[in-house]
Structure formats: structure tokens, C-alpha cells
């Protein structure tokens, strides 16, 4: 089994085609987890013995504390549009400005004020695509954005993590990134011995969404399985 992970304000629509090709994925919820570590604790009582695990953005984050609590049962792992990086100064004001945002003026413009950054050039002129991410990002409402903002500024180191990773590793990132940009995951696939480096063309830190097609050629290899079937991605991601 393939258990994907979410990141901040997303749901299972980010991986609507990764859903459709991979026959055996799944999407781990957290509900209103304010911690990693009981992000991580709760994704382990839902998945099985043992399985593939990816996280994208904060999922990737969640996905190394699921490997530090139980590495025995994750057999492979996939870190997508991420960071490993302590809080960084000014990181904590940004998170609460948005926050903010949303107590005084709702989820809309939150959202509105948070995610054309994470979208890549070409997919932010695909307005149907934007729609379906703004509105699975708006769906997540504030409580649980809270939540997860306050996971993030408390979350725990990860430098003596990686050494020890000692499955097979896959480390994604789109080009256009400027959340998470692609030199900072070669830094950090560097230190896991043997991860698989890759930079996919046109997608920004939403990659699952924007480039699904090419993620999902990444992940076949990654698993060691057939090309994932292929979808018509502009019919996965609900409303």
C-alpha cells in the first residue's frame, strides 16, 4: 500500500490523479492534530504492518516523523515540495500575518493571500485548476489551518534523522518552487544515502496537482512498478 500525506491546508484532491493511477494509494488524515509528532502517531493508526509512504510539503515533514516513531514499517519513502530546515527567523511572524488574515477576513482571503505563490507560471493560467486548489485550500477552514501552522512552528529537528533513513528514497521538487526550491532539496537528498534526486519542469509547490502525469512516472520508478495509469487530470480533483 502507497499511504500519501497532505501539507498545509490540502486534502486527498492534491493527489486526486496520483488516487487514480496508483490502484493501491491512499490518503492519511490527521483531523485537528496541532503537533507532528501526533500527525505522524495518527497516520500510523490508520495505515497497515507495513507500506510506501509520501508526503508532500508538510506531509513530507509529517512522513519523517513517521519514519523516526516507527522506521520498521515504512519500506519506502517519498519526500515531495519540502524542507528540513529549523524555524527560520521572521518564519513565525509570516505564519501568524496569515493567520490573521483569516480571523479578520475569512478563509477566502486567506487562501487568496497565501497560495498564487505556490502555483507554477504555467499551471497559474489554468483557471480551472486554480479554482479546485483554492477551493480545496478554502475547505480546510481555520481551525485546522491553526492547527497545522502551529505543528509547523513547533516542529522537531530532523538533522539526525536523515543519516539513518535506509530505505528507498525519493526526493521531488518542482522548478518553479519558490516556497521550496529545488536547491534546497538537493541539499537535503544529499544526506540521505542513496535518495533519488528530481526536478520536474513547470510545476510549482503544489507539484501533485500541477505536473500529476510526470510525479506519477517518478513514483512508478520510485516503487518499482508498471507507469501509473493514465488519467485525465482535469477530471480528478473535485470540487
Not at 40 to 68: D, N, W
Not at 73 to 83: H, I, K, N, W
Not at 163 to 176: H, M, Q, S
Not at 208 to 216: I, K, Q, S, T, V
Amino acid at each position: 500500500m502507497l499511504v500519501m500525506v497532505p501539507g498545509l491546508m490540502c486534502d486527498s484532491r492534491i493527489f486526486a490523479v496520483q488516487l487514480a493511477g496508483f490502484s493501491q494509494a491512499v490518503t492519511a488524515d490527521y483531523g485537528d492534530a496541532d503537533s507532528l509528532p501526533e500527525m505522524a502517531r495518527r497516520v500510523l493508526g490508520q495505515a497497515p504492518a507495513s507500506f510506501a509512504l509520501l508526503g508532500h510539503s508538510m506531509g513530507s515533514r509529517v512522513a519523517l516523523e513517521i519514519y523516526r516513531q516507527a522506521p520498521q514499517r515504512v519500506e519506502r519513502l517519498a519526500l515531495l515540495s519540502t524542507g528540513v530546515h529549523p524555524l527560520r527567523p521572521g518564519e513565525r511572524e509570516k505564519r501568524h500575518a496569515l493567520r490573521d488574515i483569516g480571523r479578520e477576513s475569512g478563509m477566502a482571503a486567506l487562501v487568496d493571500a497565501w497560495l498564487p505563490p505556490m502555483i507554477g507560471q504555467a499551471p497559474s493560467r489554468n483557471p480551472d485548476l486554480v479554482r479546485r486548489l483554492r477551493n480545496m485550500c478554502i475547505d480546510a477552514g481555520l481551525a485546522r489551518f491553526e492547527a497545522q501552522i502551529a505543528a509547523l512552528l513547533g516542529r522537531p529537528e530532523v538533522d539526525s534523522l536523515l543519516p539513518r533513513i535506509d530505505v528507498p528514497t525519493l526526493v521531488a521538487v518542482g522548478k518553479e518552487d519558490r516556497w521550496a526550491p529545488p536547491e534546497q532539496h538537493a541539499e537535503f537528498a544529499a544526506r540521505i544515502s542513496g535518495a533519488h534526486f528530481v526536478v520536474i519542469n513547470g510545476a510549482g509547490h503544489m507539484l501533485p496537482a500541477e505536473r500529476p502525469d510526470e510525479l506519477n512516472a517518478a513514483i512508478a520508478e520510485w516503487l518499482g512498478t508498471p507507469t501509473a495509469k493514465k488519467i485525465d487530470s482535469e477530471e480528478t480533483i473535485d470540487e
